[in-house]
């Protein structure tokens, strides 16, 4: 286990997702439900689940393309996805 690795992962993920439409879901289900550790559960479960499956296809991809290439292409998917958000967000 590479203790440093996953305290980076930990923060990226963790500053990526303070404040953003899934916690905001979260805070809404858990105020109409008045069920807060089902919808921590449920919500965790979903979170382990989504990273899991990036995880996994991104050990395969990494197999079959150039990590160069896999970052090339997550930066400018990064950049598109905010330039989408910054001309038609809500």
Same mark, same amino acid.
């Given at each position: 286990?590479?203790?440093?690795?996953?305290?980076?992962?930990?923060?990226? #993920?963790?500053?990526?997702? !303070?404040?953003?439409?899934?916690?905001?879901?979260?805070?809404?289900?858990?105020?109409?439900?008045?069920?807060? !550790?089902?919808?921590?559960?449920?919500?965790?479960?979903? #979170?382990?689940?989504?990273?899991?499956?990036?995880?996994?296809?991104?050990?395969?991809?990494?197999?079959?393309?150039?990590?160069?290439?896999?970052?090339?292409?997550?930066?400018?998917?990064?950049?598109?996805?905010?330039?989408?958000?910054?001309?038609?967000?809500?």
């Amino acid at each position: 286990m590479d203790w440093r690795v996953a305290l980076t992962t930990f923060t990226t #993920l963790f500053l990526a997702e !303070l404040g953003d439409k899934t916690q905001l879901a979260a805070i809404s289900m858990a105020a109409s439900t008045k069920k807060p !550790l089902s919808v921590f559960i449920g919500g965790t479960a979903a #979170l382990a689940a989504v990273t899991g499956i990036g995880v996994v296809f991104g050990e395969a991809l990494l197999r079959v393309v150039p990590e160069l290439y896999i970052r090339r292409a997550a930066a400018v998917l990064f950049v598109g996805m905010g330039a989408w958000m910054w001309f038609h967000g809500d």
